[in-house]
C-alpha cells in the first residue's frame, strides 16, 4: 500500500498501515519509503485509561506529537504532563518520553519521526504488545 517517492498521499480518516497493540492502535500513514527517509507519521489511538509504549528515547531522531483528540499524557524527561487537543510536544534526540491516556475517553495523537524509519519496528513492537497484554 505504499506510494512511490514524489507520489501524492491521499488518505481518508483511518486509512493507512494499522497497527493493533491491544487497547493501542497506530494508522502510518506516510513512511521512509514514501518521504525519501525524511519522516514517518502515524496517528496513534489509545483507549480509557492505557499505557503507552514505555518510556524510551531515540539517539538520533526527533519524535514530535500533535495531539488530536481528547486529552494525552506525556512523559518528557522527568515530568508528566497533560496536553489537551490541539497541543504540541516534541522529545527531542536523546530525551526519555513516553504517553499514556489518563482519562475517561479515548484519545489520539499525530507522531511525526524524524527522520522516517520508525515503521521497520512496529512489527517487533506490535509482537511484543501480543505476547505481553497489560
Not at 502510518?28 to 518521504?35: C, L
Not at 525524511?38 to 495531539?67: C, K, M, Q, R
Request: hydrophobic residues 40%; without cysteine; glycine residues 14%.
Amino acid at each position: 500500500m505504499s506510494a512511490e517517492r514524489g507520489a501524492a498521499i491521499i488518505l481518508g480518516p483511518g486509512e493507512g498501515r494499522d497497527y493493533a497493540m491491544g487497547r493501542m492502535r497506530a494508522v502510518f500513514k506516510a513512511d521512509e519509503g514514501e518521504t525519501g527517509a525524511a519522516y514517518s507519521i502515524s496517528e496513534w489511538w489509545l483507549e480509557p485509561h492505557t499505557d503507552g509504549p514505555g518510556a524510551h528515547s531515540h539517539a538520533d531522531n526527533d519524535d514530535v506529537f500533535y495531539v488530536i483528540e481528547g486529552v494525552m499524557s506525556f512523559l518528557v524527561g522527568d515530568d508528566w504532563i497533560d496536553v489537551p487537543a490541539g497541543g504540541f510536544v516534541r522529545a527531542a534526540p536523546g530525551v526519555r518520553h513516553d504517553f499514556a491516556n489518563r482519562t475517561d475517553r479515548r484519545a489520539g495523537l499525530l507522531n511525526l519521526y524524524i527522520p522516517g524509519g520508525f515503521e521497520r519496528d512496529m512489527p517487533a513492537i506490535v509482537d511484543w504488545f501480543a505476547n505481553n497484554p497489560g
